[in-house]
């Protein structure tokens, strides 16, 4: 489990893994804890994201936390305000620029919390979030249930394989995966793709 360290910098985590991993929960439980210690909070997701609801966060357990939507990572800044820990979910989603944007807050000595997807479906590096595990100083990664052997689970599997990169969907659409079974899924796929043609 992760602990705040004791310092009064300003600094980026990371919590990244596949789909179902728990990384929204991770996100709103550092949150609350800050909002424990009396720190202004703020937090923030891709406006593309209304899966659970318009404007809160909501994890897939239905845990839930108010947040601003945003339609680029520049937008945050201007919502900051005095923040003095900033939660961004769903950073896959985010443009090039929200590296950048973290940085700017770390050295301003706001606290920047981030979640999101480390891989697509494709099992590649997903977005912004390559970048943004380099410049992070803690990284957590958290791992799902394999949906098909029980075993541990780091890929996505996208059941329908198409060339959409951003596709909102939950268990009708996506499924948490090992290495072994992501790897037969996705050769099964290709092999019916081919079939089809």
Same mark, same amino acid.
């Given at each position: 489990?992760?602990?705040?360290?004791?310092?009064?910098?300003?600094?980026?985590?990371?919590?990244?893994?596949?789909?179902?991993?728990?990384?929204?929960?991770?996100? *709103?439980?550092?949150?609350?804890?800050?909002?424990?210690?009396? @720190?202004?909070?703020?937090? +923030?997701?891709? %406006?593309?994201?209304?899966?659970?609801? @318009?404007?809160?966060?909501?994890?897939?357990?239905?845990?839930?936390?108010?947040?601003?939507? /945003?339609?680029?990572?520049?937008?945050?800044?201007?919502?900051?305000?005095? %923040?003095? /820990? /900033?939660? *961004?979910?769903?950073? @896959? +989603?985010?443009?090039?620029?929200?590296?950048?944007?973290?940085?700017?807050?770390?050295?301003?000595?706001?606290?920047?919390?981030?979640?999101?997807?480390?891989?697509?479906?494709?099992?590649?590096?997903?977005?912004?979030?390559?970048?943004?595990? %380099?410049?992070?100083?803690?990284?957590?990664?958290?791992?799902?249930?394999?949906?098909?052997?029980?075993? *541990?689970?780091?890929?996505?599997?996208?059941?329908?394989?198409?060339? @959409?990169?951003?596709?909102?969907?939950?268990?009708?659409?996506?499924?948490?995966?090992?290495?072994?079974?992501?790897?037969?899924?996705?050769?099964?796929?290709?092999?019916?793709?081919?079939?089809?043609?």
């Amino acid at each position: 489990m992760f602990v705040e360290p004791r310092t009064e910098k300003g600094w980026v985590e990371v919590i990244c893994g596949s789909m179902f991993s728990g990384k929204t929960e991770e996100l *709103i439980r550092r949150i609350n804890r800050a909002k424990i210690a009396n @720190q202004k909070v703020r937090v +923030f997701k891709p %406006a593309i994201d209304i899966r659970y609801d @318009q404007v809160d966060v909501v994890s897939h357990k239905e845990s839930r936390i108010e947040s601003i939507p /945003v339609s680029s990572s520049k937008e945050i800044l201007n919502h900051v305000g005095t %923040a003095e /820990v /900033v939660g *961004i979910d769903e950073a @896959q +989603f985010f443009d090039y620029e929200l590296p950048e944007v973290c940085n700017k807050l770390a050295e301003k000595k706001v606290r920047v919390i981030i979640a999101g997807l480390d891989m697509d479906f494709k099992g590649l590096p997903f977005g912004p979030m390559p970048t943004l595990l %380099a410049i992070s100083e803690y990284v957590t990664k958290v791992h799902a249930i394999c949906m098909n052997c029980g075993g *541990i689970a780091g890929y996505t599997f996208k059941k329908v394989l198409n060339d @959409q990169t951003v596709e909102l969907g939950e268990k009708e659409l996506y499924e948490a995966r090992c290495r072994s079974c992501f790897n037969e899924g996705m050769a099964l796929l290709k092999d019916q793709m081919r079939l089809n043609l």
